[in-house]
């Protein structure tokens, strides 16, 4: 599998949305767009994309507006609405294709929470829900005194800058390549505007009402050495979703960003053969319906 390409998508406010994609060859079984972390972006999953084309599924990985590779309005989002819009306005490119393939959305970390939102707003964008040690529970966030502050910021200075509680490369991951990556990543995000953390706050309080309206076959990836997830409070939020078909798969010993694991292609392929057995399943059963 060679290198993948690099989209611009032009969000209905006018801001470029840069979209990392690997092709699958021929016809894709499957599309699946997958959402980064608050600071990582596209380019922390190559080896994932890569997995998941070789396997024939398309996959793209979107970098949040003010993330990774996409400069302008750094670190910041006008609103929590908006981050929601972007991915539906991706999904729905895809839906528009108008081939029949299915659309599997994941999340990873942070990213875990706009798929929940996503999949609850929008189930007719997505087949199927993956969440890849998703930030739906966090050990770390901001302080309240820091909350507090956000809070008067968001009111008066929304472009204020605060930085991102996950300086310490070891949250991610024990080897000490990848800490060396994420310590010099140029595209990493460390800060983010008052405007961005309130949205996160709001997301919050938007994904505790979001279980009774997932219904999509869900899969969640926990991690038994995460630092940054709550895995048991996670687990049990993800028990209360409406999906008809929920699975768990848990890695002992593995730490957050599975991508950095020694084997990352494990988790790959676990996410492959849930996919070949759930997505493809949900549209056909969908289509059903519908007819």
């Not at 050990?139 to 507090?148: A, I, K, N, P, Y």
């Not at 956000?150 to 200075?157: E, K, P, S, V």
Request: hydrophobic share 45%; with cysteine; proline share 7%.
């Amino acid at each position: 599998m060679g290198e993948p390409l690099v989209e611009t998508q032009a969000a209905s406010d006018g801001y470029p949305i840069q979209v990392t994609v690997w092709p699958a060859a021929g016809s894709p079984r499957c599309r699946v767009v997958v959402l980064h972390g608050v600071q990582s972006h596209a380019g922390w999953y190559h080896r994932l994309g890569r997995t998941l084309a070789g396997a024939g599924f398309e996959a793209h990985f979107p970098d949040r507006r003010g993330s990774g590779s996409n400069h302008a309005d750094r670190g910041h989002t006008p609103s929590a609405r908006r981050l929601l819009v972007d991915i539906a306005e991706r999904l729905q490119s895809l839906r528009d294709r108008g081939d029949g393939a299915p659309i599997a959305l994941a999340g990873i970390s942070w990213g875990g929470k706009l798929a929940v939102l996503t999949a609850a707003r929008r189930p007719d964008l997505v087949d199927a829900l993956a969440l890849i040690c998703p930030g739906l529970h966090p050990r770390v966030g901001v302080t309240w005194r820091e909350r507090l502050l956000i809070a008067r910021c968001w009111l008066t200075d929304r472009r204020r800058r605060f930085p991102i509680p996950l300086s310490d490369p070891a949250l991610f991951t024990a080897s000490p390549e990848a800490q060396a990556f994420i310590a010099t990543d140029p595209l990493g995000l460390r800060s983010a505007t008052a405007s961005l953390l309130a949205a996160s706050t709001i997301i919050d309080l938007m994904v505790r009402r979001a279980p009774r309206k997932v219904r999509q076959p869900a899969l969640l990836m926990l991690a038994g050495r995460d630092r940054i997830v709550d895995n048991a409070r996670t687990r049990a939020y993800f028990e209360t979703l409406a999906s008809r078909e929920p699975r768990v798969v848990e890695y002992p010993e593995a730490h957050h960003t599975l991508e950095f694991e020694p084997d990352p292609t494990r988790y790959a392929f676990d996410l492959i053969r849930w996919l070949e057995s759930h997505a493809a399943a949900n549209v056909a059963g969908a289509a059903r319906v519908v007819s």
